[in-house]
């Protein structure tokens, strides 16, 4: 199971911020350092840095680290911003470049720094064309790209990719996200579900890769989710139950939840113990998701989960 922490600048951070938990990570060994990509959330408007030039930044001050993007809007960048713009941090970090691509969807966010939000349908149509277009100017297919909202010439778009720069598809659709990721992604990433979401995803998932001449087995499925994990699984709880008034709900409730999708709760080996289980489940990384502003983090905790996290 590779690990991942993954944090939501959008709710307050200084690069600063962000650099000593992608540095913390990277000393950790923990495969990948992930960010959220928004610039408002809700209609709270904190310091949020721009989540592909914060990580350019983090391409030259860590060593061995994945950098994710969970997951960039298109209606935020033209799909030629968005390929450049990745294929120069892939360059910049040596190959560490992991480019999460979704259709956007907070109306607030959008409406506030007046970026256009098109109907959902017309969003799933403009991102089928981001996919085709990131595949051609990444190298992945010859002959350029012309469709409906998106054009690239036939030619090389240079900086290449240094490796593969996997491509990302998340979100939490039954049908089109599990799709357009069976034809185009790397790695399908969704926020924890249960057994029978999961189940139906992948299916839908797997058939896709098929019928686009793909093995399913060469796409990563992942979590991003949260965890709470104390010394003993009184202290699990307790950080659970604190999250869960934190946020107005029912620690009971929130925890009957949570079970059922397989987030870490408990002692240290009860944590593991859940790993295992997704790991049986095919989930191939977990994204640790702290959705708190990001000087708020506690460091210690992290060393907790993670070292749990990994038995």
Request: one cysteine or more.
């Amino acid at each position: 199971m590779e690990l991942g922490l993954m944090v939501e600048p959008q709710l307050g951070g200084t690069y600063d911020d962000l650099l000593a938990l992608a540095q913390w990570a990277d000393q950790a060994g923990l495969d990948s350092f992930a960010r959220s990509d928004h610039y408002l959330h809700n209609d709270t408007n904190a310091h949020a840095t721009d989540a592909l030039i914060s990580l350019a930044g983090l391409a030259r001050e860590t060593k061995q680290i994945k950098l994710t993007t969970l997951v960039s809007p298109l209606t935020f960048r033209n799909p030629a911003v968005m390929a450049k713009s990745a294929a120069t941090i892939d360059e910049m970090s040596g190959g560490r470049m992991e480019l999460g691509v979704g259709t956007g969807w907070m109306a607030s966010e959008h409406d506030s720094f007046g970026l256009e939000l098109p109907d959902l349908s017309e969003r799933f149509s403009r991102l089928y064309e981001t996919l085709a277009y990131l595949h051609a100017a990444f190298g992945r297919k010859d002959g350029g790209f012309s469709g409906r909202h998106y054009h690239l010439d036939d030619m090389d778009v240079l900086p290449r990719p240094t490796g593969k720069l996997p491509i990302i598809i998340g979100g939490s659709g039954m049908k089109k996200t599990p799709t357009f990721a069976g034809k185009f992604a790397d790695e399908y990433n969704m926020f924890v579900t249960d057994d029978e979401t999961l189940t139906e995803r992948r299916q839908v998932m797997q058939q896709a890769a098929i019928n686009a001449g793909r093995s399913p087995g060469d796409i990563k499925i992942s979590f991003v989710g949260p965890a709470f994990v104390g010394d003993t699984e009184k202290e699990g709880l307790e950080k659970l139950a604190e999250h869960a008034v934190s946020h107005g709900q029912d620690p009971e409730q929130l925890e009957t939840s949570m079970r059922g999708k397989h987030v870490p709760i408990g002692s240290r080996d009860q944590a593991f113990a859940t790993m295992q289980e997704l790991t049986d489940l095919g989930v191939g990384r977990y994204y640790c998701q702290v959705f708190k502003p990001l000087a708020d983090i506690d460091f210690v905790n992290l060393d907790t989960v993670f070292s749990a996290l990994r038995g």
